[in-house]
């Protein structure tokens, strides 16, 4: 969020093109923002961090901003972002019920600000998706199919999958690799939901492994650190292994809602039947 502010304060202010796209990843790599304009990358994270700092807290965001005794020019973009941003970044701050998206125009409008900036900080590794979206991935041959309800079933499940992946062009070395991401997210569905179901689809170019569970869904606010720092886990998260899934797979796609969830780990075939290096052990 502090990047989506910092690039629109960068817009405001016609900033280059290049400055206006660096400011999405920057703050995961910057430990501190600075007050010196000279370095203005930093500059304007420091002022955007300030402005959902403010908002979070409920703060008087006009009386701070005037204390601060900012620059003309940023004084004015500051408040012209702060004016067309408010409502999206307090909504996210201070939601009622995230997960639970897309109905109304501004829940809408805060779940693509987290599926655009998830999408370009994981360089479109991760894709929040709709379920109209979702039903392509359906599409193809259904190799295999089974159901997790009991932690019993995850193993059973592991061997559905391994029979099934075998018969396609992945080799054995391949296979286990495929395996190991998949055990991390049928595992996620009795972390976090009642039940659920594992299916494996083949087409031409792919292998799509659908992992459907009925539970309450992701909260939205975890997803950031849950795409992006290594081991981060929380009950409703997407667990510890999820950034396994996002190394491994070529990509990761979520639909979220308060009828459950479902992840689908996407796995590209190369010419010659080979993956590529993601699957090396």
Known sequence: MIGLVARNLAKQLNADQSLQDSLIYLPFSVETFVENQADEAKYLLRLANDMVSWIMDNDDVYLRVREMRLPAKYHESFLKVYEEGKKNISAIFHPEDLNHCVN????????????????????????LVTKDELEKYKEGTVLCEASVKVRSDIPKARE????????????????????????????????????????IVQNERHVHVIVEDRGPGFDLKLLPNATLMAGYSTKKSLGQGFTLMLKMADQVLLNTSSEGSCVVLVFDYVEGGNRNENLAI
């Open 104 to 127: 109304s125009t501004v829940e809408r409008k805060i779940w693509e600000v987290y599926r655009d900036v998830i999408y370009a900080v994981t360089q479109g590794k991760f894709l």
């Open 160 to 199: 559905i999958a391994k029979g099934c992946l075998l018969q396609t062009d992945f080799n054995h070395m391949q296979v286990t690799s495929l395996l190991l991401v998949i055990s991390e997210a049928i595992t996620n569905v009795l972390k976090h939901a009642e039940e659920g179901k594992m299916t």
